[in-house]
Each structure stands twice: as C-alpha cells, then as structure tokens.
C-alpha cells in the first residue's frame, strides 16, 4: 500500500509520526507531506520521517490565505506523482488530495470550530475519525474513537517522560517550573479570536516567579518578559518539559489537553472559552484535569493556588490515571483503519479496529 500523511501544523506531525513508522517498518509506502508552520519541519527531521514540503506559512493572520494557490499546486502536484492508495489528514488539504489522486480519504478531526474547513472537506471524506466528546455531527460515514487525538503519541503505551529534562532545562530535581505557553492566532479557524494581551503576559509572569522558574514557549516567538526564560530547547522535547512542570497555563488549545494527559494541571484562557466550548475542554475540565477561564483575575488566582500547591502533581496524576484507562491508543486505531484497506486483514487488526464506533 502507498499512504499520504498531511501534517500542516506541529501537533499533526505528533499525532502521525508513529502509525508512519508503524506502516513503514511493516513494508508499506509511505510519504509525508508536510507544511512549513512553526517547527512542523524540525519534528519531521528530528522523528526522521519520509517528507516533503509543500509550502510555507508564517504565524500571522491571513497568511494562509495569502499562501493557498501555492500550497495547491504544491499539493498537487506531489499527490499525483506519489499516487497514494489511501490519504491522511486533519481537513481540506487531504480531502482534495484524495479527490484529485481518486483516493480514499481518512480525516482525524477534534475542533467543532473549523467549520469553513469541514464544509471545504467533508464531500472529499471517506472517513470522519473524532474524539467521542465531539460536539457535531459530520455525516454518515462519521465514526467516534474513545479519547482525544494527543493520545496517538501520549498514551502510556507510546509514551515514557523522560525526567532528564530538568537537567537540560537548567532547573533542580525538587524546582518548581511553571509552562507558560501563548497562542500566535494565526490558523485560518483562529480568525476573530484572542488569548492574553501583552499586558496579560507580563501580569503571569510577574505573579508566578515569585513562586517557581517561569519557561515562556510563544508560538509567534515574542519577546520574553524579564522574569521568564524562553523553551529554546528542541521542541520535540515540550512533552518532557510539560510532564515534569508544576502548572501549565496557556492562551492555546493543544498543550492544554497535553498537559491534562500528562498529569500536569492547567489553567486555558481564551475567547473559545464559554458554553459553546470544544467538547474536549468540557469534559477535562468535568474530570478535574484542567480549568477553563475566561476571566483574568480568575486565571491569576487559580494558577496562584496551584503553584503554591504541594500535593497538586500527585492528585493530578492519580486522576489522569484513572481517565485514561479506558482510553484507545489512537496510533493503534489509525494503523488499523489505514490496514483495512489491504488485500490482507489478520484477526487482531480487525478486533482493535471495534475500538471505533459509529456515531
């Protein structure tokens, strides 16, 4: 079999990498078409993953808009050569690949927001795979999987903290270090949307280093305030850095369910936040692994508490164990689904694949 993997952002390369190697290592074709955003081209060099890319996006708004054609015709023109069997992705890009290369199309969806893209995708879909907290309805050929998409590399099955971190980040065995992590809002579905004012930030950094060392990882690559340090370690390393902290608190979406995964309190400030909220962050925050605030005075307070906290990491990691033992692999399930389409099908394949329901 020949599979496409699109992986445009990051935590798409994350979610990929290891059903690529998996696939690869059992004798199949596979390429990854990636796009230039953020570090997605130094995870696919450090994970050393079949790659090419298609094009370049910057970290402000409406660049993607600005760079579409050329990121078609690089599409394009790269899926018509490789001529895959099957294609992956997260929305459109993978969608009208398969339509042109007349492929199936596998699309692993968890952000209700997108809707422009879901629109732009779902004739080309084959197969809608969401978390089971999803909020919406894709169609008939929409199918739920019982975790969230972060389990594909965060699952205790794939995934060992490495607590030599600490050393690399310079901080002691027992030193409390807080993540701050801020949002750049320059995906096309952040449009309209806002985390933490400039202001804002100086605010948490000022609050927390009173209590522990503050590491600063900006999507837009910002100044750091004064009292913090940037993450200028190899982004492959952030999970590492995330499991051993004290407290998460972040203006972005992704990290945040990390950290929840990881036992790692966290605090998510931005404008999604609300009743209307992505289904993910509802339910974490129902499980007490995470707290959703839009107000900024609650924010400081929370995150205030938190730090100072003795016992918080503990009780943390006790409820992120007990979520997470009734949730699938997501690597496993996406192997699977991508085997499905095989001549050859072997019996526990097909058993994992019941890990997936119709919704």
Known sequence: MRYLFFTNTPAHVHLYRHAVERLDERGHDVLVLGRDYGCT?????????PHEIYGACDTTKFS????????????????LRYRPDLVFGVGSYAAHAGALARSPVVVVADSEPTTLDHLAARPFVDTFLTPHTFGKDLGGNHYEFCGFKELAYLHPAVYDPDPTIRDELGVGPDERYVVLRFNAFGSHHDVGQSGFSPEKRRHLVDTLAEHATVFVSDEADGPTPEQARPFDLHPARLHDALAEASLLVADTQTMVTEAALLGTPAIRSNSFVGDSDMGNFLELEREGLIYNRQDFDDVLDRAHELVKDDTAKERWAA?????????????????????????????????????????
């Not at 081209?41 to 993953?49: E, G, I, N, R």
């Not at 808009?65 to 690089?74: A, D, I």
């Open 319 to 359: 409820k992120r164990d007990a979520y997470v033992a009734d949730k699938v692999n997501l690597t496993e399930v996406i192997v699977d689904v991508a085997e499905r389409a095989a001549p050859v099908r072997t019996e526990s394949s097909m058993e994992r694949v019941a890990a997936v329901s119709q919704r």
């Open 41 to 49: 081209q130094a995870l696919l060099d450090y994970y050393d993953l």
């Open 64 to 79: 993607l808009f600005r760079e579409l054609p050329e990121h078609y015709l690089g599409i394009f023109r790269r899926t």
